[in-house]
């Protein structure tokens, strides 16, 4: 999952400290991992709302923000396990001694006796071993009714599978039995899911919001025409020109517990079912940004923008962001070297279009009301 976690260490820690106290909520407009909204909501007594266009997105904020309290994650874990063990039993998962090409099909033939909604039949044998897969199904099939246990559980669960997906780095294509990309399948298809999600639960339980807040499917355009004076916006919007949903469509599916039937070598839902973000177009990225920053102005809202310095794959750098804002706030900028995922888009010609994660300048963009 891309995130901000390692740029809270380099300067974004300190540009939100020079700025949460000043403000009555933080709205993390863009949440991806929740990596900001976990800090600041864990840190300060803000109440912090979390909003993405991804359910996934909005399941890992909620975990964190919308609590107050810690939890115990081995009650958790035992309460959540005895409904789920049955439940997986009943798939009568195929459990490889080797995991090899004849395997594979083996697993996928078993997935297609399950419906077609259900996420066995659509990454069993793909994304995850036939093990994992009836796994990821029972855990989702019986996490806990009631709220804090439930978005705890949810989230947890979404770590596991990102953590068990067989695929580079993002869901966008599993990996193929072939003779080069077979061992990083058997590595992935060997996790221990159940551990994975034991882990997240230690993960997460202890972590609280000082005061709770709330997290949401929505779209920051539509979000900003809600927000008032006080509020403190953080905006760290797509910079590529491929839709997220391309690449977190499993972690979608696994957060929503169905999908539709899925289609192709990635396992797709149908496209007009993916979330699309103008943010990720060339020819309406600029325009959405200025609409977000005009509504924000007119409200009153202060923000911090977080952009690659460089001009991105969706047409967009820092510096376009930054002009636009000039003319409707006060802005400080701020320069800081991270490492930020291109979706494996284009990367450079010098490390080729595989390269998912690279090294580059991005700039910090405080902005108060004029
Ligand atoms: C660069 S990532 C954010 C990363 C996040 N700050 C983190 O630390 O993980 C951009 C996020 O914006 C979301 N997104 C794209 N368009 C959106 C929109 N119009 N409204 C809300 N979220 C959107 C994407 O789904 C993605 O999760």
């Known amino acids: ?51 993405d266009l991804q359910r996934y997105s909005a399941v890992l904020a909620g975990a964190v923000i919308q609590r107050d309290s810690a939890a115990d994650p081995v009650e958790l874990w035992n309460d959540w396990l005895r409904p789920a063990t049955s439940r997986f039993d009943a798939f ?16 996928r033939n078993w997935s297609n006796q399950f419906d077609k909604s259900s996420l066995v039949y659509a990454y069993a044998g793909h994304y995850y071993s036939p093990v994992q ?13 009631s709220s804090p246990e439930r978005e705890i559980c949810l989230a947890a669960l979404v770590i596991a599978a990102s953590k068990c997906a067989a695929s580079p780095g993002h869901t966008a294509q599993p990996f193929q039995p072939t003779d080069t990309a077979l061992k990083y399948l058997q590595i ?19 972590l609280h919001a000082q005061v709770a807040g709330e997290a949401h499917v929505g779209d920051a355009n539509q979000i900003a025409l809600q927000l008032r004076p006080g ?47 103008r943010y990720s177009q060339k020819t309406t990225s600029l325009p959405a940004i200025k609409e977000l920053l005009a509504s924000l102005a007119q409200r009153d809202v202060s923000a911090i923008i977080t952009f690659p310095d460089h001009e991105c794959s969706n047409g967009i750098d820092a510096s376009m962001i930054k002009s636009a804002a000039s003319k409707l706030f006060k802005v400080k900028t701020q320069s800081v070297t991270s490492v930020f995922s291109t979706l494996g888009g284009p990367a450079s010609k010098k490390h080729g279009p595989r390269l998912a994660r690279l090294s580059a300048d991005e700039m910090i963009l405080c902005l108060e009301p004029k």
Request: aromatic content about 10%; overall charge neutral.
């Open 1 to 51: 999952m891309g995130s901000k976690r390692a740029m809270l260490g380099n300067g974004l820690g300190e540009a939100l400290n020079g700025m949460v106290g000043r403000h009555k909520r933080f709205i993390d407009l863009f949440t991806g991992s929740a990596s900001v909204a976990w800090h600041v909501a864990e840190r300060y007594r803000i109440e912090t709302w979390a909003f």
């Open 92 to 107: 009568g998962a195929l459990a490889p001694s080797d995991i090899d090409a004849s395997f594979v099909k083996e697993a």
């Open 133 to 145: 897969a009836a796994w990821i199904q029972a855990l989702r099939d019986t996490v806990p009714a």
């Open 188 to 206: 992935s298809w060997h996790r221990d899911l159940c551990a994975d999600v034991q882990a997240a639960l230690g993960q997460i339980t202890p």
């Open 231 to 277: 509020d403190l916006a953080f905006i760290d919007p797509p910079y590529s020109a491929v839709q997220y949903s391309r690449f977190y469509h499993v972690l979608e599916a696994i957060a929503a517990g169905v999908t539709s039937p899925v289609f192709g070598v990635g396992r797709y839902p149908p496209l007009n079912e993916r979330p699309s973000s």
